[in-house]
């Protein structure tokens, strides 16, 4: 026990803060997929995508890696500005030993609070203000992450449930014909699922569906 306590009294304090910087980055990269999540454009990328491959009733067509693998790169291709900012800001002074660590955590939480606040309904940010009894918010900055991250969480799932109801229109409509012409015919025993998926599959690749849903989900980020 006393060697024990010998090697860390004589340990260069250097060392010590290193230690505790790796320690620091560990958790953060434990962390990282609810950072990902919660603080990106993922959350809102994944449902739409999600509804799509619903809506077309393609079973696991795209698979589930194929999607997720698009949501990223679709993330990082939108957070990029975002991600550029902080690198600049905080990460690259606080890597050069420029700024502390404090100092680089409030600048890096400055664009994604950013971010987060354009994309975030002033109705769901004040829930989480009242309920903390927090006091009027003059600036960005001066929203507490505590409140702004489920706000923006809950407003990006409403975004997309309401992108993914419009997606849903179009093939509920072809749907709805193919069961009432096989109704009208007699054919009630077959499944209209197995007529109206070849329909739903031409009519999305001839209007360029996953063009016209990217560049939708990209619009919706300006």
């Not at 991250?149 to 990006?156: C, W």
């Given at each position: 026990m006393n060697e024990f306590i010998d090697i860390f009294s004589g340990t260069d304090i250097e060392t010590v803060s290193s230690a505790v910087q790796l320690l620091i980055l560990l958790t953060i990269f434990s962390l990282a997929p609810g950072i990902l999540i919660l603080l990106t454009s993922f959350t809102r990328t994944i449902i739409v995508l999600s509804f799509t491959r619903?809506?077309?009733?393609?079973?696991?067509m795209p698979p589930n890696q194929v999607l997720i693998g698009i949501a990223l790169f679709i993330t990082f291709f939108v957070m990029a500005p975002t991600f550029q900012q902080i690198n600049e800001e905080a990460l690259t002074p606080l890597m050069n030993e420029e700024i502390g660590l404090d100092e680089a955590y409030d600048l890096a939480s400055g664009p994604i609070k950013q971010f987060m606040a354009k994309h975030?309904?002033?109705?769901?940010?004040?829930?989480?203000?009242?309920?903390?009894?927090?006091?009027?918010?003059?600036?960005?900055e001066d929203i507490p992450l505590t409140a702004l991250?489920?706000?923006?969480?809950?407003?990006?799932?409403?975004t997309a449930f309401t992108m993914g109801f419009l997606?849903?229109?179009?093939?509920?409509?072809?749907d709805m014909t193919v069961a009432s012409i096989l109704m009208s015919m007699g054919m009630m025993m077959l499944p209209p699922v197995m007529i109206s998926l070849p329909f739903k599959i031409l009519l999305f690749v001839l209007v360029d569906g996953w063009h016209l849903i990217i560049e939708s989900l990209l619009s919706s980020f300006h």
């Open positions: 619903t809506s077309l009733a393609t079973q696991q975030t309904r002033q109705k769901d940010l004040q829930l989480f203000l009242n309920y903390t009894n927090t006091e009027a918010i003059e600036t960005i991250v489920p706000a923006f969480a809950i407003s990006e799932i409403k997606i849903f229109i179009p093939f509920l409509v072809i």
